[in-house]
Structures are given as structure tokens and as C-alpha cells.
């Protein structure tokens, strides 16, 4: 694949990527209602979008959903509010049937030593996006009309992205590599029920696909990010420092670390990097939970409880925790409070530890979940089910993600925040102990072999790496041969 070739890939991949990021991190600060119409579209999408990209195809899939983005930006900048509401919806739609699409047509487009690669660009677009939004909420707070602009940006990168499919031959390798699957003797046919079947041992593959979101979720990662800006002002850093590292500073350790984690992707491999990867999330998760209690990051949780509960519409373009919030937060009866603003055991270095302990939280998230996610996804799956099956897990993403965010304060009201984090770190630490058992190791392998090793559960214990499970290479597959010539010796 050619230098041209291979850029507009790389285009499909990293503006899908953008448009998903962009459109999530703008939803995060209006009403409820815009919010959760967003969320509606994209839970149904998860349900019928499988289908439809199975059926129709990946590449008509993503085009598709452009459609319906430039669609629903279209009704999101008339001035009513059903539209704005039926736009957000049409929009969450497109953008789940994008993120699903996009890494499953990448990955069947490409060659296996740049498949890492290319498809977690879609997780650095996400990043990008995010950042790009920040920026945006920024410039156009104070802009008349500003909200329209906000939606209206969109449009780039989805036009980018049409242009790009558009030069793309139907007839490509994806195209052609499933034309020849679903041609090989004999013809496997997959539903939705076949997810949970023995037979090609699905089933597994299953439960892998679930383990991957479900774990991502558990972490509480969007929850940490959600809370950054809160942690920080009560580390001390005041003023509009706080909303800096909380959004900028934080966006750049996402994207710098996506980045590591997609050039080590195709050298490294898929395993090291997401078992690593939850391994220092545990650390650095657990050392916030045991420091937060002896430093005031214990009552962020009644703090950022009341700025959520004085939350107002009108702040449609600033953070959803902003400084000017927490310097004054009503709670409860009313009255005014202020945060604490050092540490109990007047130590700064504990303060430090905590702040590079979340750094270090959300780097690894990035590095490993993040991307890792994705791709897997994009891999274990068999071609004719692939875009069933990824919609299926998405579909228990989005709901865990939402059960995870609505269900954050009452945690914090249950069990304190210093023990929340305790208790996201044990479970990254089971997430590593569990991938330990059963992820496979996809790095440099086409989709066919993958499916074929998956469906044959070759894989066994490796002490050479750390007691690790990998997957067998051919040889000793082809050691076993050799006895049955050993008839044919003796006569």
C-alpha cells in the first residue's frame, strides 16, 4: 500500500475519531435533555447499527452516518428546541455508527503490520476532538450565537471524511477479503445468538469483548476526568489554573500518551500495552484513594455535589465544573461554602503525589484501554458477524457508562471518595489479572489467521513472559504432523 493509499485511511480513521470526540465533549455542559437524546442515539444505534453495517457493508456504513451528521448538525442550528433535540439525537446515532464502523473498515482495510496503527488513530482522533472542543467552548463562550457555531464545526471533519471514502474503491481489500470468506467452503452464517455458542468458540470471543468495555468502564475513568477540575483547586491550584490542567493539561497527557500507545501498538503488541496499562492504572488509582484521606480531596464529593445541583441551562458553553462554581457552592440549605484549599497534614508533597498519581491514572488509561479497546474489538471477531458482534459490546459500553456516571455521588454519599478510588484500582488490578488468562495476542497476525487461532483456542501458558498466556506459534502445531508419517516409514 502506497504513501497515498495509506493516507486516506489514515484520514477515515482520525477524522471518524475527531467527529466522535468533538460531538461528546460539546454535549457534556447542556441540559439534560440535549444530553441524554445524544446518549439515546447512540444505545439505539448500538442495537440496529450491526446489522446494518453486516448487511450493507463497512464503507457504505460510515457514509451513512455522515449523512445523518450533516443532517442532524443541519437541524441542530434552527432555532427550536425539538430540532435541537431531534438533531443531537440523529447525531448520537451517526457518531456510534461511525465509531463502530470505522475501526472494523480500517482494520480489514489494511495490512497486519500497520493495522495497530492505523486503527488506534481513531482513538487519537477521539483525543484530539476533546481537545478541540475545549478550545472551541473557550473561544465561543462569550460569541452571540455561539452555540451555533459550536455544532456547526462539525461539519469539517465529516466532510473530510466523505471526501476521503469517496476517493476509497468499493472494491478494496475489505471488500474483497470478506467476498472471500463468505465464498470459502463451507459458508459460515452467524446471528445474534451465535455470540454466546460454543461452536468456533464464540462464545469466549464473547466474553473477551465484554471484559474489554466492561472493565474500561468499571475503572471509572470518565468519572476522574469528569472531577479533575475539582481535584485540582482543592490541591491548590486556584484561580483559572484549576480549569487549565483539569481540560488542556489533561487533554494533552491523552493525546501524547494515545500516540505512545499507537506507535507500540505493531511492536510492542496489544497485550503488553493493555495489561500494562491496567497494572499502573491500579497503582495510580489506589495511591489517590490512600492519600485522598488524609487531604481535603476527601469532601471534594459534597463540593462537586452541590456545584451539579446548581447547575444552570444557561451555562451552556463553560465547563461543567468550572472555578467560579466551586469558589462558591450552594448546598443543600442554601447557604454558601467554600472548599478547603490545603492539605490537612500541610505536606505539598502529598498534594504532588496525588496530582501525578492522576496524570499518571489517565495516561495509562490512554495508553492501554483507550486504544487497546478498539482494536481488539476490530480483531477477534469473524468477518461475517465482526460488525453484529462489535455493536453488541458498544452496546454494553454506552450502558455502563452511564451507570458509572449516575451512579458516582451516590457512591461517594456510600462509601467516601478515598475508598471510590481504592475500589477503581481493584478493579483494574482484576481487569490485568484477568486479560492475563484469556486476551490473545493479535500484533502482526491477518484477521484470517486470528480468526482461525480463536476458533482452534490455540493458545497456552508462556513462562517466558511473566507466566503470561500467548498464543502458539505453528511450530508445534506441525511437530504433531510428523507422526503420522511414521507408518509410511516402517512400510
Not at 223 to 240: E, M, P, R
Not at 291 to 299: A, D, F, G, I, K
Request: glycine share 8%; aromatic share 8%.
Amino acid at each position: 500500500m502506497g504513501y497515498c493509499s495509506l493516507l486516506l485511511p489514515c484520514l477515515v480513521s482520525s477524522t471518524g475519531g475527531l467527529m466522535f470526540g468533538y460531538e461528546l465533549a460539546i454535549s457534556l455542559a447542556p441540559s439534560g435533555v440535549l444530553v441524554s437524546s445524544l446518549l439515546v442515539g447512540s444505545l439505539l444505534a448500538s442495537v440496529v447499527g450491526g446489522s446494518l453495517i453486516d448487511c450493507y457493508g463497512r464503507r457504505n456504513s460510515i457514509m451513512l452516518s455522515n449523512g445523518l451528521t450533516l443532517t442532524g448538525t443541519a437541524l441542530l442550528l434552527i432555532s427550536s428546541y425539538p430540532l435541537l433535540v431531534l438533531g443531537r439525537a440523529t447525531v448520537g446515532f451517526a457518531i456510534c455508527i461511525s465509531s463502530m464502523s470505522c475501526c472494523i473498515f480500517v482494520s480489514e482495510l489494511v495490512r497486519p503490520e500497520r493495522r495497530g496503527v492505523l486503527v488506534s488513530l481513531y482513538e487519537v482522533g477521539i483525543t484530539v476532538g476533546i481537545l478541540a472542543a475545549y478550545a472551541v467552548n473557550y473561544v465561543m463562550a462569550e460569541t452571540q450565537d455561539g452555540w451555533k457555531w459550536m455544532f456547526g464545526l462539525a461539519v469539517v471533519p465529516t466532510v473530510i471524511q466523505l471526501e476521503s471514502l469517496w476517493f476509497l474503491s468499493s472494491s478494496t481489500q475489505s471488500n474483497s477479503a470478506q467476498k472471500h470468506l463468505f465464498n470459502q467452503k463451507p459458508a459460515r452464517v452467524y446471528n445474534y445468538m451465535s455470540l454466546f455458542h460454543t461452536k468456533d468458540n464464540m462464545r469466549t470471543r464473547t466474553m473477551i469483548g465484554l471484559a474489554l468495555v466492561l472493565f474500561q468502564q468499571f475503572t471509572g475513568q470518565p468519572n476522574v476526568l469528569f472531577y479533575a477540575s475539582t481535584i485540582f483547586y482543592t490541591l491548590g491550584f486556584h484561580s483559572h489554573t484549576a480549569a487549565v490542567l483539569a481540560s488542556v493539561g489533561l487533554g494533552l497527557v491523552k493525546v501524547l500518551s494515545t500516540l505512545l500507545s499507537m506507535a507500540l501498538s505493531d511492536r510492542i503488541g496489544r497485550r503488553p500495552l493493555l495489561i500494562g496499562g491496567c497494572s499502573a492504572m491500579a497503582v495510580s488509582l489506589i495511591v489517590i484513594g490512600l492519600l485522598s484521606t488524609h487531604s481535603h480531596v476527601e469532601e471534594m464529593g459534597c463540593v462537586s455535589k452541590g456545584v451539579m445541583s446548581n447547575m444552570s441551562i444557561a451555562k451552556t458553553h463553560e465547563p461543567l465544573i468550572t472555578v467560579e462554581d466551586i469558589n462558591k457552592t450552594v448546598i443543600n440549605n442554601g447557604t454558601e461554602v467554600n472548599p478547603p484549599v490545603a492539605s490537612a497534614l500541610n505536606i505539598p508533597a502529598a498534594n504532588w503525589v496525588i496530582l501525578l498519581s492522576l496524570m499518571a491514572a489517565v495516561s495509562a488509561y490512554s495508553i492501554g484501554f483507550g486504544p487497546m479497546t478498539w482494536l481488539l474489538l476490530s480483531e477477534i471477531f469473524p468477518a461475517e458477524v465482526r460488525g453484529r458482534a462489535f455493536a453488541f459490546t458498544n452496546c454494553f459500553n454506552s450502558s455502563a457508562n452511564l451507570l458509572i456516571t449516575f451512579t458516582f455521588l451516590s457512591l461517594i454519599d456510600a462509601v467516601g471518595l478515598p475508598r471510590l478510588f481504592v475500589l477503581y484500582g481493584t478493579i483494574a488490578a482484576v481487569a490485568a489479572a484477568v486479560f492475563c488468562g484469556i486476551l490473545p495476542e493479535t500484533k502482526g497476525k491477518s484477521l484470517e489467521d486470528i480468526d482461525q487461532e480463536l476458533r482452534l483456542n490455540r493458545f497456552s501458558s508462556n513462562k517466558d513472559c511473566c507466566g503470561l498466556l500467548s498464543w502458539r506459534n505453528s511450530a508445534p502445531q506441525y511437530q504433531k504432523v510428523h507422526c503420522q508419517d511414521m507408518p509410511e516409514m516402517s512400510s
